[in-house]
């Protein structure tokens, strides 16, 4: 079964880039049809989209967050990263990968149900 895996700094300081990676095991990241996914939860809010890459290496990003995200792939490692460069403390919030096997149902703030795989989650704290 498909598995992920994230790993980040923790923390990081205001005005750095976060880059948070995604491991992939029991499948691959350029399997047809895939959204490999970032999305995140702030303290007291929802889940919200980041962006994703898919099979092909295709990206797109939350307009919210475009001018700042980068989300790219390591097909030998079978791995995607995620960078957010110019952070503040609004980007505190467990960061989580995940996989959608199809379109339906998007939204820039999907619930849990919405994917259908999910990481553990990697809290990054933005903080002097």
């Known amino acids: 079964q498909v598995q992920l895996q994230e790993s980040g700094p923790g923390l990081v300081k205001p005005s750095q880039t976060l880059s948070v990676t995604c491991t992939v095991s029991?499948?691959?990241?350029?399997?047809?049809?895939?959204?490999w996914s970032w999305i995140r939860q702030s303290p007291g809010k929802g889940l919200e989209y980041v962006g994703h890459i898919t099979s092909s290496g295709s990206t797109y990003y939350n307009p919210s967050l475009k001018s700042r995200a980068s989300i790219f792939r390591d097909t030998s490692k079978n791995q995607f990263t995620l960078q957010l460069s110019s952070v503040t403390p609004e980007d505190t919030a467990v960061y989580y990968c995940?996989?959608?096997?199809?379109?339906?149902?998007?939204?820039?703030?999907?619930?849990?149900?919405?994917?259908?795989?999910w990481g553990q989650g990697t809290q990054v704290t933005v903080s002097s």
């Open positions: 995940a996989n959608k096997r199809d379109s339906r149902g998007w939204t820039l703030q999907p619930s849990w149900y919405a994917y259908d795989y």
């Open positions: 029991g499948g691959s990241i350029t399997t047809n049809g895939y959204y």
